[in-house]
C-alpha cells in the first residue's frame, strides 16, 4: 500500500482565488415582522445582479479548481453550479420583471351551508327509515301469509 502525500497549497494561489460573497441579507437593524423581512434572497434588480456576479466568480473558480479531479473539487463544482444556475435563474427573472400573481378573491363556495343541508337530508332519511318500520299487526300478517 502506498504512502499519501500531503497535497501542498501554494500561498499565492490562495491569496488570487476570488472569495464568493454571501448571497443572504444582512439581518436589519430595526426589528420587523412583515415577510419581506422573513424572505432570503434578492429585494431588487442590483441586488439580484450582485448575487450572479458573486456566483459566476465562484462557479468560474470552482471550475478552475476541478481540472485537478480530486472528488472534493469536483463536488464544489456541482455545488456552486447549482448555486450559479438558481442565481441566473433568479436573474432573468428581475430582468423580464415577471411577477407572480396570487389570486385573491372571495371564497364563492358554500360548503359549509351544503355540508350542513346534506346532513340534514340524511337524518331526515334515518329517521323516516325508523319510522316506516313495520308494526305488530303488519309483522302477524306477513307470518299468517308465509311471508
Known amino acids: 500500500m502506498s504512502a499519501r502525500r500531503p497535497r501542498t497549497v501554494d500561498a499565492d494561489s ?18 420587523s415582522t412583515g415577510i419581506s423581512a422573513r424572505v432570503i434572497g434578492p429585494h431588487s434588480r442590483p441586488e439580484a445582479e450582485e448575487g450572479y456576479v458573486a456566483a459566476r466568480n465562484a462557479w468560474t473558480a470552482a471550475m478552475r479548481a476541478a481540472s485537478s479531479g480530486r472528488p472534493a473539487d469536483m463536488a464544489s ?37 351544503n355540508a350542513a343541508v ?24 306477513r307470518k299468517l301469509r308465509g311471508h
Open 14 to 31: 490562495v491569496a488570487d482565488a476570488p472569495t464568493a460573497q454571501p448571497l443572504a441579507r444582512p439581518p436589519a437593524t430595526s426589528p
Open 77 to 113: 463544482l456541482a455545488i456552486t453550479q447549482e448555486a450559479y444556475e438558481a442565481a441566473a435563474a433568479e436573474r432573468a427573472r428581475w430582468i423580464s420583471g415577471e411577477r407572480d400573481a396570487i389570486k385573491v378573491g372571495p371564497d364563492t363556495s358554500k360548503r359549509g351551508v
Open 118 to 141: 346534506a346532513q340534514e337530508l340524511a337524518w331526515r332519511r334515518v329517521q323516516d327509515a325508523e319510522a316506516k318500520q313495520p308494526g305488530f299487526l303488519a309483522r302477524l300478517g
